[in-house]
């Protein structure tokens, strides 16, 4: 990805709080990519004074973000075996979150290649996921929209699961983006997200988090609050 560092720059936007709206913030640390060098830009993660919600600002606009996702993110050279087989450990904890609920209809969101959802499909629930991007591949040839979540083609209250597996800091607009899952799950319909803890080890002190692809960083607090 060749482009000036100017025009880098020019491509970076800045905002409020996603939590509050407000925009009042302390500085915490900066830093580069240092997971896949896409740029030498240095990214500051800053806390809202106001909620504690911290997050990457100024942060690359969503087009250019999508600079940021190599291919070497999707690992889009996998096969389908080899994409269960390099994940199997990660896909058994999860299913293992999910093994006591009656199988039902399932929404995961950011569902990669369609892993978890083959899980879920041989277990018997009814399987439907939502990628941002196209570039990673369906494997399984599953029931997968590629778009924004607001142009998903379901109906309002029809999930019994709706899944965020890491996902939710990656996300432009995440309060915005609860609400719309509000409105697809059941009102007995249950959501399960992960995301990293800000206040762990890796996240506070060894600056673990994934910038600039991480654009929130949660911890329990903040995340019940945006709840």
């Known amino acids: 990805w060749h482009r000036s560092m100017e025009t880098l720059t020019d491509d970076l936007e800045y905002i409020a709080c996603?939590?509050?709206?407000?925009?009042?913030?302390?500085?915490?640390?900066?830093?580069?990519?240092?997971?896949?060098?896409?740029?030498?830009?240095?990214?500051?993660?800053?806390?809202?004074?106001?909620?504690s919600l911290v997050y990457v600002n100024p942060r690359p606009t969503e087009k250019?973000?999508?600079?940021?996702?190599?291919?070497?993110?999707?690992?889009?050279?996998?096969?389908?075996?080899?994409?269960l087989e390099s994940n199997r450990s990660r896909l058994d904890?999860?299913?293992g979150r999910v093994q006591h609920l009656r199988p039902g209809r399932v929404l995961d969101v950011g569902c990669y290649k369609g892993e978890f959802l083959y899980v879920m499909k041989n277990r018997g629930w009814d399987v439907h996921g939502v990628e941002f991007f196209s570039?990673?591949?369906?494997?399984?040839?599953l029931d997968i929209f590629y778009g924004p979540l607001e142009h998903v083609p379901f109906d309002s209250h029809s999930f019994d699961l709706v899944t965020l597996w890491a996902v939710l800091e990656h996300v432009y607009d995440p309060k915005g983006m609860l609400l719309k899952l509000h409105r697809l799950l059941k009102t007995s319909g249950r959501l399960l997200l992960l995301v990293p803890n800000f206040t762990s080890i890796p996240g506070r002190w060894m600056r673990h988090d994934d910038v600039p692809r991480h654009t929130t960083m949660f911890t329990r607090r903040t995340l019940t609050e945006m709840l």
């Not at 915490?28 to 896409?38: E, P, T």
């Not at 570039?135 to 040839?141: Q, S």
Request: one cysteine or more; hydrophobic letters at 35%.
């Open 135 to 141: 570039r990673p591949t369906n494997l399984f040839g």
């Open 93 to 95: 904890a999860m299913y």
């Open 18 to 51: 996603n939590l509050c709206g407000r925009d009042r913030t302390k500085a915490l640390f900066q830093r580069k990519d240092a997971r896949f060098l896409i740029s030498d830009l240095s990214f500051q993660v800053l806390k809202c004074r106001f909620c």
């Open 64 to 83: 250019a973000m999508q600079n940021y996702y190599s291919d070497d993110f999707y690992q889009a050279d996998l096969t389908p075996d080899q994409a």
